[in-house]
């Protein structure tokens, strides 16, 4: 598991963090992710920590800007997550 800590990149309020959360596999620039508050997100950055072991785990920040609620991703392409993907 990677770690991460999430840094909205919001156009009007600047850069602020949101939280930190666990992925599989570290997500690249340019794809989707799903946070913990049900959005969808688009990574836009990706920056790996050099020389320097947290405690708390976290390896890299990842910079996500908000996807339009219009767009197909935010819908979760019609998937039901409780039937879909929870186990």
């Known amino acids: 598991m990677f770690k991460a800590l999430l ?12 939280n930190k959360v666990s992925f ?3 997500p690249v620039s ?8 049900g959005l969808a997100y688009q990574v836009e ?3 790996s920590f050099a020389g320097y072991v947290s405690e708390k785990g976290a390896t890299t920040i990842l910079v996500v800007h908000p ?3 219009e767009a197909p991703v935010s819908k979760l ?5 409780e039937r879909d993907l929870d186990d």
């Not at 840094?7 to 949101?18: I, T």
């Not at 340019?30 to 913990?36: E, K, L």
């Open 7 to 18: 840094v909205m990149h919001d156009h009007n309020e600047g850069y602020y963090r949101m």
């Open 24 to 26: 599989e596999n570290m």
């Open 30 to 37: 340019g794809q989707y992710i799903y946070n913990s508050d």
């Open 45 to 47: 950055e990706v920056a």
């Open 67 to 69: 996807v339009d609620k």
């Open 77 to 81: 392409y019609g998937l039901d997550i």
